[in-house]
Every structure is written in structure tokens, then in C-alpha cells.
């Protein structure tokens, strides 16, 4: 049972477009929506968070929107750089689920010069 | 400096071979996670460890076990490890549930 999807598995776009990753969640306890970014060969890092007392996170070009009734939330990043190409995962976490965070399985971004 | 160091970062073995994957942070996070990374799998869970001997299962423990016997040191221990444990390793603290973790480089396990 995968707690966190991911969509598009792969997404490839222009220098200068809005690229748009999107996720889902199955449990309503999650409440803490934290994006990771990751390159070749490199650890996962923390880029942007959200909780749901928010509907809209934003950080320079990376912003969360965020549907709690659709238990959906999307991660935009605008004017896309090629040093922006990674993969993203999407992550959630709860209170009451002892501190366990799960992964949704990424979405590979490509960013074409 | 904050950071997770991960010990060793490749690693050759037979099947059937002990492994033991070593982590250790300096930022005194009480919690401390082992994942794999597997391509198109994402990250997955095996244990988490809430501080000294305060272990948990993740999703995927069949195969693995931990020890914690320092705050800053966590270890991934594999019995007779099987092919299919081939993955990359990721040792990840954090404070409290702040959901914010910090990864380790990782650990390159080969099982032949």
C-alpha cells in the first residue's frame, strides 16, 4: 500500500518554464509535507515543507500548494533552471505516527537549456 | 558542522555474508532512520530509532536489524545478506518530529 504517490514519474521541460510535480496521500493524520530534492549521485535534501494549517508555501522560485480536502498538494517551480534538474520526492510525515516519514517514489525533473 | 557520516560507502559481498553499515551524527538527534533507495522505489523505511535501544520497524525490516547504543551512532546490520539486499543505504537524523531529516552520503551494498 503506497501511502505517497508521485506523478509524472518523469518530467522533462524548457529553461524558463513552470514545471509542475504533483502528489497524493492516503492517511489524513499526516501533517507534515516535506519536498526533497536529490542529485546524481548525492544525498537527498530538505527543499521546502508545508503543514496544513497552509495552503500555499513558497520559497524564491519553488512554491507547495496544498488541498487538504483532495489530500493533494504540488510542488511549482517557475522559471526552471538545468541546475534545477533532479529527482523530487515528496514526503509526509505525522504526529501520531511516530515520527516515521515516508517517501513517495520521485519524479525525475529535466530541464532542458 | 552538521553531518552524517556514513561508513563504508561501497561494499562488496557474498551472499550469504554478515554486513554491518555504520552511521553516526554529530547534531545529538534523538532520532536516527536507515533507508534504501532502489531505482523507481523511491525511499524506503526499514528502521527507525527514537534514541539508545528505542528501536522501531520501518515498512520493509525483513532482513535487517539495528542497534543503537550511543545517541549519535546508529548501525544496519544484515545476516547472511541475499542478492536482492543489493541497494543503496541512507542513514538520516533528526530532531525530535520535526520531519526535516538530514541523509547521510550513503552506502553502496553489492551482494553477489
Known amino acids: 500500500q503506497q501511502q505517497v504517490r508521485q506523478s509524472p514519474q518523469s518530467l522533462t521541460v524548457w529553461e524558463g518554464e513552470t514545471a509542475i510535480l504533483n502528489c497524493s496521500y492516503e492517511?489524513?493524520?499526516?501533517?507534515?509535507f516535506p519536498w526533497y530534492w536529490q542529485f546524481p549521485r548525492e544525498s537527498p535534501a530538505l527543499l521546502i515543507a508545508?503543514?496544513?494549517?497552509?495552503n500555499k508555501k513558497e520559497d524564491g522560485r519553488f512554491t507547495i500548494f496544498f488541498n487538504k480536502r483532495e489530500k493533494k498538494l504540488s510542488l511549482h517551480i517557475t522559471d526552471s533552471q538545468p541546475g534545477d534538474s533532479a529527482t523530487y520526492f515528496c514526503?509526509?510525515?505525522?504526529?501520531?505516527?511516530?515520527?516515521?516519514?515516508?517517501f513517495g517514489k520521485g519524479t525525475h525533473l529535466h530541464v532542458l537549456p | 558542522d552538521m553531518k552524517v557520516t556514513q561508513m563504508p560507502r561501497y561494499l562488496i559481498k557474498r551472499m550469504g555474508e554478515n554486513v554491518l553499515l555504520e552511521c553516526g551524527q554529530d547534531?545529538?538527534?534523538?532520532?536516527m532512520y536507515w533507508y534504501r533507495q532502489d531505482p523507481g522505489l523511491g525511499l524506503q523505511l526499514i528502521y527507525i530509532s527514537y534514541d539508545v535501544d528505542s528501536n522501531s520497524e520501518g515498512d520493509i525490516p525483513k532482513g535487517y536489524r539495528v542497534s543503537r547504543k550511543k545517541r549519535e551512532h546508529f548501525s544496519l546490520i544484515l545476516d547472511s545478506a541475499k542478492t536482492n539486499q543489493t541497494s543503496v543505504y541512507f542513514c538520516?537524523?533528526?530532531?525530535?518530529?520535526?520531519?526535516?531529516?538530514?541523509f547521510g552520503e550513503g552506502s553502496k551494498l553489492t551482494v553477489l
Open positions: 492517511d489524513s493524520t499526516f501533517d507534515y
Open positions: 508545508i503543514r496544513p494549517v497552509s
Open positions: 538520516a537524523s533528526s530532531s525530535g518530529n520535526t520531519g526535516q531529516l538530514y
Open positions: 547534531m545529538s538527534h534523538e532520532t
Open positions: 514526503a509526509a510525515s505525522s504526529d501520531t505516527n511516530a515520527y516515521k516519514v515516508i
